[in-house]
């Protein structure tokens, strides 16, 4: 490549939360980003390390209290079973789009090039093991060592 | 708006997508894939381009899980065969509108 431009061309995405909608939204962010010629790569950090929990990613939830625009009382929210019944009906709808659940999602971000890092101190932390972690991902570092792979004109940090 | 690419002229719009499936040819598509750095076409570059024609035909919208079930390519290959934006270039090779889709 010739002149730089000011144009995308690396997204580093931090996601630092589990809830569905956070999840998804750093994946559609990392893929929309391989989708156009823009390298991405993901730090997987505190309850964002769910989403490659092998354990947990097939249980993911969306918040159904704190979230002002679920527009559900928060008291009606806090019910058992509210989040179930949201976090239903939101997967139907994604399925309607054609949306990947969060292990396929995961194959196609690696299969796209997109690099995936787990967070060492939150592994640490949360005492999780590296082979309870989805096998695609590219390692467990730290976040000096994930800044020192945003290098180059035209990188971005997203934390999620 | 009007482009003249290998001798013909073909109407595309303002990112250069063919608006008229029914100028595409193989060999304009060649020189669609010189201008977008893709190169010579392999006879797997044609099975993707026929398979992209094939879903626009029958109005089913694009994603890049459609191209991973396809059968016709897996997704590494997809990237090293249309490097940089691999749906956008082969449905630009291919004659068909930019896929609108996020995923």
């Known amino acids: ?10 997204m580093m995405i931090i996601l630092s939360k589990a809830t569905m909608e956070n999840v998804y939204a750093a994946f559609i962010l990392a893929n929309g980003a391989r989708m156009e010629g823009i390298e991405a790569e993901i730090f997987f ?21 704190g979230n002002p625009a ?6 009606l929210g806090g019910l058992p079973g509210m989040e179930a019944i949201a976090t239903s009906m939101m997967k139907k709808e994604m399925e309607k789009l054609d949306m990947p659940d969060v292990l396929e999602f995961l194959d196609i971000l690696k299969a796209s090039g997109v690099k995936l890092w787990a967070c060492r101190l939150a592994m640490e932390m949360f005492h999780i093991q590296k082979e309870e972690l989805y096998n695609g991902i590219n390692g467990v570092i730290s976040v000096g060592e994930f800044y020192n792979k945003g290098t180059g004109l035209g990188t971005h940090m997203l934390f999620v | 708006m009007q482009k003249v690419i290998s001798g013909k002229t073909i109407n595309v719009n303002d990112e250069g997508y063919l608006t008229d499936l029914t100028q595409w040819d193989k060999s304009l598509a060649q020189a669609i894939a ?11 570059h044609w099975d993707i381009i026929h ?11 694009l994603s890049i899980r459609k191209i991973s079930k396809s059968g016709v390519v897996n997704i ?8 940089q934006g691999p749906l956008k270039k082969a449905s630009k090779i291919a004659g068909i509108p930019k896929p609108v889709s996020c995923i």
């Open chain 1, 1 to 10: 490549m010739s002149e730089y431009t000011g144009e995308v061309r690396k």
């Open chain 2, 34 to 44: 010189q201008e977008e750095g893709i190169g010579e076409l392999t006879p797997k």
């Open chain 2, 51 to 61: 398979y992209l024609q094939e879903q626009f035909k029958q109005e089913i919208p």
């Open chain 1, 45 to 65: 950090t505190f309850f964002g390390l769910e989403a490659i929990n092998k354990n947990k990613l097939g249980h993911l939830h969306t918040a159904t209290v």
């Open chain 1, 70 to 75: 679920m527009h559900i009382p928060t008291l």
């Open chain 2, 76 to 83: 590494e290959e997809f990237y090293a065969l249309f490097p």
